[in-house]
């Protein structure tokens, strides 16, 4: 009589049960601290533009992006706003990471530990009493290995 049963008032039903089964689930994960966290921003930018092409593969397979409800009005189709949220999302987190120029802070840690490899060594070369042709012999050595390794 007020509602309760109605189509709209069922759908909410659903989708509460449904956040609060995910609630659920999230709290049940063993979650461990970020390490990294600009790594972890790329990695979760790459997640973001794969959710984004998914939704647009689904998209592109709709005939119509509008359908008609049981009621007659014209609805715009789940998949649409789907594609429409994973656009906005994948626009904030690149923003995000130009904003806080994230390549360009791999790069500075990526040289600073380039840096730290050949001090180590030449201290190295330096205690065992390694110097001249066979230092420098070492350090190409070292060098063509680290570059095969990368």
Known sequence: MHGGASPQARAAAERRQLEADASRLLAELDVAPVGDPLAGLLKLAGQVLAWQESTAALVNALDSPRYRGANGAEQLRAEVALYERAMDRACQVLATIAKLGIEER????????????VSAINAALEAVGVSGEQAEQARRAAARHLRSVG
């Open 106 to 117: 791999l790069v500075r840690v990526t040289e600073q530990q380039a840096e730290a490899v």
